[in-house]
């Protein structure tokens, strides 16, 4: 058995060790081609198949409708803050943005370069503590769109429920919890992901976009930065990144052997109250960033209350073998990522390593 560190990064992140095992298997002759399927032209019949494989298990998994496509582009989920307002957004038209987080100002940041983006509610005062009351989300019907993120990455909220949208296209920046649970997709116009927490190794964005989105995108830009272009495709308008489809589709055949969404969301409860569970019994010792009912299931992040035992903290939890505790460097901190690969036993134990330091310490 391969030893195995207890990786908590943010991103990229854990993979599931059989995956690794089996492309490490697989790395040097592919389907007894003789190569690897990095060496081996995107045009080809094998990679064909590897593709639409990748692209048939996730529509499955995330039992999408008909009427979307799935995308493989690059540029990270950083250039979607980009290609969604040069697609969408007229210069003199409106689109709403939820903040509730860094990644979401982000993404407005970009659509200032486009059009008019507008705050549809934002939790910043409460340094990002919550996700917005759907009650609170204001836009307007002649919205080209409104953006949310779905998980707040470096704040550790996550929303429960979607607004319902009606005819202004809901777009989600999922980069940090696609597939960690069940997702109704018909709510949405187009949900975005970099791969690299959840689905595989980074280089490969997915797009997942409602059809009808294509045909009243803008024309006239950049042809690589046209959702269209590789929708026309297949998202083989240039080559691709190869190697990182492989390892996506290997991934979702993880998920889809464990039960699918459904089971891995069951996981992901588990393992992130086994954590939660030691902040909440800690009488104050630590103490949680989010508010209860926006705590993410895929990044718990905490403090140590007493500000220097929580340098002590990291720096024991790193020389006992936890990697990527530290919280983001805008925020500091701590924080625990338990992304769909991450094992419960990782996550037991970072509990009693916590358990152990407060009764050390207290
Ligand atoms: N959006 C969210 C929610 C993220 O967590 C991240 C990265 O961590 C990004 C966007 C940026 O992704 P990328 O590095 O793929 O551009």
């Known amino acids: 058995m391969t030893q195995r560190a207890y990786n908590f990064n943010a991103g990229p992140s854990a993979l599931p060790l059989e995956v690794l095992e089996k492309a490490q298997q697989q790395l040097v002759n592919f389907r007894d081609s003789g190569m690897s399927i990095m060496e081996m032209s995107h045009r080809s019949a094998i990679f064909d198949e590897v593709h639409n494989e990748a692209i048939a298990l996730l529509k499955k998994l995330y039992a999408i409708p008909e009427n979307y496509e799935v995308l493989f582009l690059q540029g990270g989920a950083s250039l979607q803050f980009t290609m969604i307002p040069m697609n969408f957004l007229q210069a003199d038209q409106k689109a709403s943005y939820v903040l509730s987080g860094s990644w979401s100002e982000k993404a407005i940041k970009e659509a200032k370069l486009f059009g008019t983006p507008v ?12 996700i917005p009351a759907l009650a609170d989300i204001q836009y307007n019907e002649e919205d080209a769109y409104l953006h949310i ?17 009606g005819n202004v296209p809901l777009i989600a920046d999922m980069s940090s919890d696609i597939l960690s649970k069940p997702v109704d997709v018909s709510k949405f116009g187009l949900i975005y992901a970099g791969a690299q927490k959840n689905l595989g190794p980074s280089g490969v964005t997915v ?24 929708a026309d495709s297949n998202s083989l308008y240039n080559t691709p990144p190869t190697f990182g489809i492989y390892m996506l589709g290997e991934v979702l055949k993880w ?4 039960g699918g ?25 630590y103490k949680g960033h989010a508010t209860p009912e926006s705590r993410s299931l895929m990044n718990i992040t905490f403090r140590v209350t007493d500000e220097e ?10 020389a006992a073998g936890f990697v990527g505790l530290n919280g983001h460097r805008s925020v500091g901190g701590c924080r625990a990522s338990t992304y769909n690969a991450v094992p419960l036993e990782a996550c037991e134990a970072l509990r009693d390593f916590m358990v152990e330091f407060q009764q050390k310490h207290q």
């Open 119 to 130: 705050e549809a509610a934002s939790t910043k005062e409460n340094k990002y503590r919550n």
């Open 149 to 165: 993120t779905s998980n707040n990455t470096i704040y550790g909220t996550q929303w429960k429920e979607f607004p319902e949208t």
């Open 207 to 230: 797009v997942i976009i409602r059809k009808d989105l294509l045909e009243k995108a803008n024309k006239n830009i950049p042809t690589m930065l046209k959702y269209s272009t590789h």
């Open 255 to 258: 998920v889809e052997s464990k």
């Open 261 to 285: 969404v459904v089971e891995i969301e069951k996981h992901n409860e588990l393992k992130a109250k086994v954590i939660y569970d030691a902040i909440d019994n800690s009488n104050g010792f």
């Open 309 to 318: 035992l929580e340098k002590q903290f990291l720096a024991e939890a790193k």
